[in-house]
């Protein structure tokens, strides 16, 4: 696969490559080197980048949805608003990276390096965090799990329902009346 002049393959090197919003899914760059590569908004769903080496690359609000990330070299890597959900990050180096405001839902980071990573905003809900390192990381506003809905938000939204409810069959029966 050839995407603005770059071989796309296993081990390839793309260093400083310029893939801003490229369609990369399920692409097969394992160990590749993307040091400094512009990865903004690219979608990388199901890509296998095992061992891949991100070094620095800006990876802003790239898609990278059931991506296999194990063993990446994501070192101040910059993943601002990236979609990481279901992603499979084991033994992930994360070290410095920014993740602000970052899905990573549901995504397998067990034994991932995050020292000094940015996960301000973050979302981990259902995140695997075995033995993953946050030392010196920014988890301000970092969301751990689901915020349950209390009973009363519930009931003001039944009652709220009731009441549409009743006003759609008033209106269906006043149109069948005619």
Do not use: C, H, P
């Amino acid at each position: 696969m050839e995407i603005n002049g770059y071989e796309i393959k296993q081990g390839a090197d793309l260093k400083d490559a310029d893939l801003k919003d490229a369609d990369l899914r399920g692409a097969n760059l394992r160990g590749a080197n993307l040091v400094g590569a512009n990865l903004v908004g690219a979608d990388l769903r199901y890509a296998n980048l095992e061992g891949a080496i991100l070094v620095g690359a800006d990876l802003r609000y790239a898609i990278l949805e059931n991506t296999n990330l194990q063993g990446a070299y994501l070192k101040g890597a910059y993943l601002k608003g990236a979609n990481l959900w279901g992603a499979d990050l084991e033994g992930a180096d994360l070290e410095g990276a920014n993740l602000e405001d970052a899905n990573l839902e549901d995504a397998n980071l067990e034994g991932a390096n995050l020292v000094a990573a940015n996960l301000e905003g973050a979302n981990l809900e259902g995140a695997n965090l075995w033995g993953t390192n946050f030392e010196g990381a920014n988890v301000k506003r970092t969301i751990l799990e689901k915020k349950e809905e209390s009973q009363d938000d519930k009931d003001i939204k039944i009652k709220e329902l009731e009441e549409e409810n009743k006003k759609l069959k008033d209106a269906l029966k006043a149109l069948l009346d005619t």
